[in-house]
């Protein structure tokens, strides 16, 4: 016949069951529980470390967007002030090259006077020198010496008014 319950065995098994839990407890538990916190401890740090990195790569994201921006503005500016410096140097060029060939322009203007009056005067002189000679030869044994200067004079005259 079995006995169910031996208050002996129950108090013996209860005391062994205090021991081995004690001893589980304090040699296997206490370990086990230290070797979690220490892992629950680096598992935070890494966490915190993250999000410490995380944040400082945000604002060096932040500052090397910031320092683009710059940049662009600062190209911006430059070939804004290149292009403003172009066209200075382009109007400037343009006002020489005008300003040059109007002087060309005028110095040509009076070189085609001066060969003009040149040529008119070699015309005035051929044409008074063939007019004494005709005169001389018609008029060669009627008119004096003082006659003679008298007409050549008179004749550059009237053909200076002629010609001009």
């Known amino acids: 016949m079995w006995r169910v319950f031996e208050l002996g065995t129950f108090i013996v098994s209860i005391v062994g069951f205090l021991i081995v839990f004690w001893i589980i407890f304090h040699y296997g538990y206490k370990p086990f529980a230290n070797i979690l916190e220490k892992r ?20 060096v994201l932040a500052e090397n967007q910031k320092l683009l921006e710059d940049a662009r503005k600062q190209s911006r500016e430059i070939l804004d002030g290149a292009r403003l410096r172009a ?42 020198a063939l007019t004494v000679q005709v005169a001389e030869k018609l008029l060669m044994n009627h008119v004096s010496a003082a006659v003679h200067e008298e007409l050549e004079k008179e004749a550059e005259e009237r053909l200076g008014e002629l010609v001009w």
């Open 40 to 59: 629950r401890q680096y598992v935070e740090s890494q966490i915190s470390d993250a999000e410490a990195r995380k944040q400082q790569a945000d604002n």
């Open 87 to 128: 066209d200075e140097h382009m109007r400037s060029v343009i006002e020489a090259a005008e300003k040059e060939s109007r002087r060309l322009l005028e110095e040509a203007r009076e070189q085609i006077e001066r060969e003009r009056k040149e040529t008119l005067e070699t015309v005035l002189q051929t044409a008074s």
